[in-house]
Nanobody
Framework: QVQLVESGGGLVQPGESLRLSCAASGSILNFNVMGWYRQGQGPGKERELVARITDGGSTNYADSVKGRFTISRDGAKNTVYLQMNSLKPEDTAVYYC??????????WGRGTQVTVSS
C-alpha cells in the first residue's frame, strides 16, 4: 500500500504564492506518476488535473496553470511539490495529491484547501 500526506494549503490574496507538498510512503514502485488535482466548490465542479510528473521527470500541466505553477519531485524523499505563483481567485479549490502506477495503484490524498481571496 501507499500512503500520501499533503501539506501547504492556506488562504492567500490574489497574486501571492503557495507551495504544496505531498510525501508518499509505503510500497513505492517504479514507473509511477505523482500529480495534483483540484476540485472547486459548487454544483458541477469536477476534479480536474492541475499538474503531474513521472518518476523520470516528464511533466504536464492544465492550460489554466501553465506559466504560473511548477511541479517538481524529490525522488529520494518520494515527495512531490507544487509551486503556485500569481494565484487567482479561480484557483480556489481543494487540492488532492495522487499516486498512480498502471494497473497497480491509484491512491488519493485527503486534500488540502487553497483559498485565494482579497
Amino acid at each position: 500500500q501507499v500512503q500520501l500526506v499533503e501539506s501547504g494549503g492556506g488562504l492567500v490574496q490574489p497574486g501571492e504564492s503557495l507551495r504544496l507538498s505531498c510525501a508518499a510512503s509505503g510500497s513505492i514502485l517504479n514507473f509511477n506518476v505523482m500529480g495534483w488535482y483540484r476540485q472547486g466548490q459548487g454544483p458541477g465542479k469536477e476534479r480536474e488535473l492541475v499538474a503531474r510528473i513521472t518518476d523520470g521527470g516528464s511533466t504536464n500541466y492544465a492550460d489554466s496553470v501553465k506559466g504560473r505553477f511548477t511541479i517538481s519531485r524529490d525522488g529520494a524523499k518520494n515527495t512531490v511539490y507544487l509551486q503556485m505563483n500569481s494565484l487567482k481567485p479561480e484557483d480556489t479549490a481543494v487540492y488532492y495529491c495522487n499516486f498512480f502506477v498502471v494497473r497497480v495503484y491509484n491512491v488519493w490524498g485527503r486534500g488540502t484547501q487553497v483559498t485565494v481571496s482579497s
